[in-house]
């Protein structure tokens, strides 16, 4: 099973700030199946980025996503109020793994 | 516009069962694999099943392997999901969910509202 970590747990950021969040595999994640996901309370999780770096249709430019092999990268360029939420990356290159969940919130 | 609708959600005593449906509309359901995923309250997401588009692949994750199984029902374009032998940490909101491709079976981009399964005695 390919475990994947994410850091930090928690972001404290104001709207208009950069946020950074890593994904590392516990193993190479072949042809870069790794998708990121945010989750606000009370909802489905919503797609953000697949193939590591590809926007899914709808999101925002300010999202991006990039990285290779073990170690994965979601950007939010600049804040927006609506971007305080949980992002988890998840691997779908051997079964199906999540990691635990980076939570963004207003600093 | 595309649709999942889960229903079958509940409260079920340790070792009983239940059986989940996901009743999908606005896309051509029999081309999607599709799986299941859940999330324990105040917890992380993890993937429970999955099913090819005309049922023939199944796959499980280890933690309900022999006891959860998934089928589909093309005609009806509705996802199942039995649940047998229920313990307490099987206790979770039980969400179904489309993958962007047709090709594809884990960059889900449409997922049900959820229904939350609760085992206690």
Redesign the interface.
Known sequence: EIVLTQSPGTLSLSPGERATLSCRASRSIVSSYLAWYQQKPGQAPRLLISGASSRATGIPDRFSGSGSGTDFTLTISRLEPEDFAVYFCQQYANSFTFGPGTRVDIK | EVQLLESGGGLVQPGGSLRLSCAASGFTFSSYAM?WVRQAPGK????VS?ISGSGARI?D??SVKGRFTISRDNSKNTLYLQMNSLRAEDTAVY?CAKP?REN??????Y????TLVTVSS
């Not at chain 2, 992380?44 to 993937?47: A, R």
């Open positions: 799986s992380g997401l993890e993937w999955a796959y994750g280890a969400y962007e594809s079976y884990g960059d889900w981009d997922w049900g509202q959820g």
